[in-house]
């Protein structure tokens, strides 16, 4: 075993014993907005304080394979007034 200065190992030896290839599923992203649990679609009109929610995910075939980070959302009108919703997810 080799012990590195970040405190990883990795073995010294890696003995392959067959080939294989393969295709992962191209992965496609969607994305749902909903208020009071119920989705909404195209421009919608809240006031401020409005609880909206927002799901994010792979569509059924990537979803075992790939994996979501969101590092950054933020939400605005027409860029007047802005808020960040997600900041170092």
């Known amino acids: 075993m080799f ?4 405190g990883l190992y990795a073995l010294t030896v890696l003995n392959i014993t067959r080939y294989e290839e393969g295709k992962a599923p191209e992965p496609v992203l969607g994305a749902v907005v909903k208020q ?3 989705q909404v679609s195209g421009e919608i009109s809240v ?3 409005t609880p909206l929610s927002m799901e994010i995910f792979l569509n059924e075939k990537s ?6 980070l969101v590092n950054y959302m ?3 009108d027409t860029g007047s007034q802005q808020e960040t919703i997600i900041l170092n997810g």
Do not use: Q
Request: hydrophobic residues 25%.
């Open 3 to 6: 012990h590195s200065n970040i």
């Open 36 to 38: 009071n649990g119920k």
């Open 47 to 49: 006031s401020p304080g």
């Open 63 to 68: 979803a075992p394979v790939y994996g979501l």
């Open 74 to 76: 933020h939400a605005t």
